[in-house]
């Protein structure tokens, strides 16, 4: 063991080490998943560089701790230590320092003399604050802080430079914190879980945001702001719309809007020219844009239970995906063009031709009325009638004969009816078919007695 410089002993019981091992020369000591309840001794292994005792049963680091001058990596995490030595912060060669998974509810303001630290894990631990003394750490690039009570950052955080990943995951953060803003490395950062109900400022570096659970009732202004933004995660959020300015988003690949109120994707999404990956799973989306068609980038795109979906474009993604959806898309679309063009073409049919065709000689497969004044369509076995307000003019009687029935309807299959129609409308067909004008009877103008001819003998 004399020129031992790294030792390894790990998924043990092993509960103590012999002072031995600790000694000159000896740089690497991992240590994880044993039984291990003390340290003591390991002053003695002075070019000590790596230790990693994670995953034991430790209460305490020893107080001699800060003699490790040339320290580079820590990581205690998974033990039971309450608190840091007082001269941890002796340790000023350290670059990684993992506590996570302990019983710390306070960092000493010591930390801030780990000038050379580029890495800190706190997560998962009782802290309420964080010590003002890190803003001092300018090598700083990762920082976890996840599962503690934090509710705000320490002033003058932005002064953080060289700061690219923040993870503040399940604390009580009401707010992206303000101070984020202004820094101009951060790419990454973490805050679900968390009670954040606004976006105060955007973060012109950021390229990762997860605000997955948290209480936003809407994209933030200022988060369609963050132009260089790659991928954005609003899961399990109180969202209801989808700005018009998501667009903005030029750089997003990765959308991920699940388990939220949303009712409708706007157009506007189709300037997401580089989107790979939307997320509309459990929404309440009816549709989708005509946009997505062009979206070439896209190639996953999750609308699972949406209890409103088109059940035509449901059953075609959950038959081929996203391929098949957007080819059902495509047949919707074609059969709306077609109806479209039926329709204007029967309008137009209706506000031309209709007005200048006498009753006799109206195409049977119309049923439609000019635009202007009364009309009616009658039916029969042989023929279909359009009568305009002008050729309707024979039902209305004069006062004297409003009582009688228009004796040049009278047919043997209608000659009864005329009691009937008095009360409801007038019947203006030679077959069954009725028409009715009107909860009242209007006035009706007698029709024109054809005139007598002599015609000359022959």
Same mark, same amino acid.
């Given at each position: 063991?004399?020129?031992?410089?790294?030792?390894?002993?790990?998924?043990?019981? %092993?509960?103590?080490?012999?002072?031995?091992?600790?000694?000159?020369?000896?740089?690497?000591?991992?240590?994880?998943?044993?039984?291990?309840?003390?340290?003591?001794?390991?002053?003695?292994?002075?070019?000590?560089?790596?230790?990693?005792?994670?995953?034991?049963?430790?209460?305490?680091?020893? @107080?001699?701790?800060?003699?490790?001058?040339?320290?580079?990596?820590?990581?205690?995490?998974?033990?039971?230590?309450?608190?840091?030595?007082?001269?941890?912060?002796?340790?000023?060669?350290?670059?990684?320092?993992?506590?996570?998974?302990?019983?710390?509810?306070?960092?000493?303001?010591?930390?801030?003399?780990?000038?050379?630290?580029?890495?800190?894990?706190?997560?998962?631990?009782?802290?309420?604050?964080?010590?003002?003394?890190?803003?001092?750490?300018?090598?700083?690039?990762?920082?976890?802080?996840? %599962?503690?009570?934090?509710?705000?950052?320490?002033?003058?955080?932005?002064?953080?430079?060289?700061?690219?990943?923040?993870?503040?995951?399940?604390?009580?953060?009401?707010?992206?914190?303000?101070?984020?803003?202004?820094?101009?490395?951060?790419?990454?950062?973490?805050?679900?879980?968390?009670?954040?109900?606004?976006?105060?400022?955007?973060?012109?570096?950021?390229?990762?945001?997860?605000?997955?659970?948290?209480?936003?009732?809407?994209?933030?202004?200022?988060?369609?702001?963050?132009?260089?933004?790659?991928?954005?995660?609003?899961?399990?959020?109180?969202?209801?719309? !989808?700005?018009?300015?998501?667009?903005?988003?030029?750089?997003?690949?990765?959308?991920?809007?699940?388990?939220?109120? !949303?009712?409708? %994707?706007?157009?506007?999404?189709?300037?997401?020219?580089?989107?790979?990956?939307?997320?509309?799973?459990?929404?309440? !989306? @009816?549709?989708?844009?005509?946009?997505?068609?062009?979206?070439?980038?896209?190639?996953?795109?999750?609308?699972?239970?949406?209890?409103?979906?088109?059940?035509?474009?449901?059953?075609?993604?959950?038959?081929?995906?996203?391929?098949?959806?957007?080819?059902?898309?495509?047949?919707?679309?074609?059969?709306?063009?077609?109806?479209?063009?039926?329709?204007?073409?029967?309008?137009?049919?209706?506000?031309?031709?209709?007005?200048?065709?006498?009753?006799?000689?109206?195409?049977?497969?119309?049923?439609?009325?000019?635009?202007?004044?009364?009309?009616?369509?009658?039916?029969?076995?042989?023929?279909?009638?359009?009568?305009?307000?002008?050729?309707?003019?024979?039902?209305?009687?004069?006062?004297?004969?409003?009582?009688?029935?228009?004796?040049?309807?009278?047919?043997?299959?209608?000659?009864?009816?005329?009691?009937?129609?008095?009360?409801?409308?007038?019947?203006?067909?030679?077959?069954?078919?009725?028409?009715?004008?009107?909860?009242?009877?209007?006035?009706?103008?007698?029709?024109?007695?054809?005139?007598?001819?002599?015609?000359?003998?022959?």
């Amino acid at each position: 063991m004399q020129h031992l410089e790294s030792f390894s002993i790990t998924w043990t019981r %092993v509960k103590s080490l012999p002072v031995e091992l600790f000694r000159q020369g000896l740089k690497t000591l991992s240590l994880e998943r044993n039984q291990i309840n003390s340290l003591d001794g390991i002053e003695k292994a002075v070019d000590l560089s790596n230790l990693d005792v994670s995953s034991n049963l430790l209460k305490e680091l020893p @107080k001699t701790l800060g003699q490790l001058q040339n320290l580079t990596t820590l990581k205690i995490s998974g033990n039971a230590v309450a608190e840091l030595p007082a001269n941890f912060g002796s340790l000023n060669r350290l670059s990684t320092l993992d506590c996570s998974c302990n019983r710390l509810s306070v960092l000493p303001n010591c930390i801030c003399n780990l000038t050379e630290l580029k890495s800190l894990d706190v997560g998962n631990n009782s802290l309420s604050e964080l010590p003002n003394g890190l803003v001092n750490l300018p090598n700083l690039e990762d920082l976890q802080a996840q %599962v503690n009570q934090l509710e705000k950052l320490p002033n003058g955080f932005g002064q953080l430079t060289k700061l690219s990943s923040l993870n503040l995951r399940k604390n009580r953060f009401t707010e992206v914190p303000p101070q984020l803003s202004g820094m101009i490395s951060l790419h990454t950062l973490n805050m679900k879980d968390n009670n954040i109900r606004a976006f105060p400022s955007a973060i012109p570096t950021l390229k990762t945001l997860i605000l997955d659970s948290n209480n936003l009732e809407e994209i933030p202004e200022e988060l369609v702001k963050c132009s260089n933004l790659q991928m954005a995660s609003l899961q399990d959020n109180r969202i209801v719309t !989808i700005p018009a300015e998501i667009g903005n988003l030029s750089s997003l690949r990765v959308l991920h809007l699940s388990r939220n109120q !949303i009712d409708e %994707v706007p157009e506007d999404i189709g300037a997401l020219g580089q989107l790979r990956h939307l997320s509309l799973r459990a929404t309440q !989306i @009816k549709t989708l844009p005509n946009a997505i068609l062009a979206m070439s980038e896209l190639v996953k795109l999750d609308v699972t239970e949406c209890p409103r979906f088109d059940q035509d474009l449901a059953l075609a993604y959950e038959n081929g995906g996203l391929a098949q959806l957007r080819e059902e898309m495509c047949r919707q679309n074609d059969r709306a063009t077609t109806t479209t063009t039926e329709t204007v073409q029967g309008n137009s049919e209706t506000t031309t031709d209709y007005q200048r065709r006498s009753p006799n000689t109206v195409d049977s497969s119309s049923t439609e009325a000019p635009n202007s004044g009364v009309a009616i369509v009658t039916k029969s076995k042989h023929k279909t009638m359009l009568w305009t307000e002008q050729d309707c003019n024979f039902i209305r009687p004069t006062e004297d004969e409003a009582d009688e029935p228009p004796q040049s309807h009278q047919t043997p299959e209608n000659k009864n009816s005329g009691d009937e129609s008095r009360n409801e409308g007038v019947a203006i067909d030679d077959c069954s078919t009725r028409a009715k004008i009107g909860r009242e009877r209007p006035p009706i103008q007698p029709k024109p007695k054809p005139r007598k001819v002599d015609l000359p003998d022959t």
